[in-house]
């Protein structure tokens, strides 16, 4: 695992917007695993602003995205279809038939989930995928007790989850209490992780999912066991981490961060 520090939300929303867009650049077919909540909003804009500034092109990226809730319609302004399309998909030239999230209104919601698996594994799996951190330490919808090598799958959300994005709804009681989740198995399998924490409510859960013993009540420890993960942090995210100094020197020392400075 590497982690980065930068200063600010901002600038950490930025440098995980390059990190995609070198990729991307790299392989114009790139499949992108995708996450929602609000921290990813900022990284949305910078790559809308990649793409109309400098040209950045999605035509032939395909992406998965992590998770979507159970029993919403798509058109509902808390879906997670909804928030793809209005910060990204809406905004950049990427075919819709190549967006994907898991169908959280199918009648068969086990077989929505393996069907959803074996759709990746058709495009040759997630090149890259973006994350999160939720405050209990979920990455997509996997709370705590995920198993470690779960697959898509629904899932009950944890009391710390219906309490981080209830607020989103016009009540707590519009708030789907289910999801439907990539597993933390699914997520091991990409090929490159990148995870982006920011603002001073994640310094503990990040520190515990980075430095801390891995374990399935915190999913985010997994990523310590895959070979290719990077967290992106603001300095007030990264605040409780123990060895600051340690990744900073690496950030600026190590040829591959270069072009990121
Ligand atoms: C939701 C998503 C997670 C995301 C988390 C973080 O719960 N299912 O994938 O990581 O939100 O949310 P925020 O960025 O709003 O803190």
């Not at 798509?74 to 038939?97: A, E």
């Not at 989740?181 to 699914?186: D, E, K, L, S, Y």
């Not at 999913?219 to 895959?226: C, M, P, R, V, Y």
């Amino acid at each position: 695992m590497e982690v980065i520090i930068q200063k600010d939300e901002d600038k950490a929303s930025l440098l995980v917007a390059r990190l995609i867009a070198k990729e991307l650049k790299a392989k114009p077919s790139l499949v992108l695993g995708l996450a929602t909540g609000r921290t990813m909003e900022r990284v949305y804009a910078k790559l809308v602003q990649l793409h109309r500034e400098e040209g950045l092109d999605f035509s032939l990226c395909r992406t998965f995205n992590l998770d979507e809730y159970v029993g919403l319609e798509s058109d509902h302004q808390g879906s997670y279809h909804f928030f793809m399309k209005q910060h990204l998909f809406s905004k950049i030239n990427i075919d819709p038939r190549n967006t994907h999230l898991p169908n959280g209104m199918a009648s068969d919601l086990a077989k929505e989930c393996e069907d959803y698996e074996r759709l990746i594994a058709d495009c040759g799996g997630i090149d890259l995928q973006l994350l999160g951190i939720g405050s209990d330490g979920h990455i997509g919808f996997n709370e705590p007790l995920s198993a470690l090598r779960s697959r898509t799958r629904e899932k009950a959300l944890a009391p710390a989850t219906i309490k981080q994005n209830g607020p989103l709804f016009e009540s707590l009681d519009q708030m789907p209490k289910r999801g439907l989740t990539m597993g933390v198995g699914t997520i091991q399998e990409s090929k490159h992780c990148l995870l982006l924490a920011t603002g001073k409510q994640k310094a503990a859960v990040l520190a515990r999912a980075v430095e801390g013993p891995i374990t399935s009540m915190i999913s985010a420890t997994a990523l310590q066991l895959h070979p290719h993960c990077c967290v992106v942090a603001d300095e007030a995210a990264a605040s409780k981490l123990q060895e600051q100094a340690y990744y900073r020197w690496i950030f600026e020392n190590e040829p591959e961060w270069d072009d990121f400075h």
